[in-house]
């Protein structure tokens, strides 16, 4: 069943904010019917901010302070505005950066600690989907993380990031039944979510929103994503 409101989110990774963006009217902008929330980078979080956006940091590094040269905390973050941050997304679990689900489980737990809303990335690789070990892949990145109500989880299977290729509706749907079973709050779907296929992922009724990369980069595009979400909240009687 489809949990709270449903949020669209943008991870612009490592570019700068999409021209006119910051507009009014823009689509990145809160509206009444979903949440909406941009990951951009920590230059252009405050830019986002003044503009009146809810954003979230693309990473952060769990201790408070000290000698971590080239870091930022989540206290930092939370401090500077922002209200999200992504944990253990695939680019990061990836080389050069190789982070662990035991680092993941610190990041969510530091997340909570300083007041901040974790989305904790989820999601097998093209060789564990073929060898069908995305259920226990799933298990292995849950079980060190604390599952909380504040935390949302993001199933983005790693061979469906920037390939335009996704599961259909249906697999991801109960890959998402299974995930909420274990926990957390809202379910997100990323990877090569776009204008067409949002419609048909986001109406499964254990898909509570995306997670967007490159068609995050569009405006256009990312409104009609955007537009998807809304239609469909205003067609579940009783949604809040
Ligand atoms: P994509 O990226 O939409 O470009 O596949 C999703 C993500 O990396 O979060």
Redesign the pocket.
Known sequence: MKQGRLIIAA?W?MNRAPEGALAEGSPYLPNKDIDVVVFATLLDLRRCIVAGIITGAQYGFPKEKGAYTGETSMQMICEEGAQYV?CG???RRDPPHNETDEFIAEQVASALKAGIYPIL?IGETEKEHDADLTFDVIDRQLKRVTLTPKVTI?Y?PRW????GKTPTPSEAQKIHAFIKKKGGSRTLY?????GKNAKDFLKQPDIDGG??????LKPKEFAMIVEAARAITGRITGYA
Do not use: D, F, R, T
Request: with cysteine; charged share 10%; aromatic share 0%.
């Open positions: 991870n990774k992504l997304h695939s680019e990335c993001a983005e469906a990031i920037g390939s990323g990877g090569s979510m776009n997670l967007i990369g490159g068609a995050s």
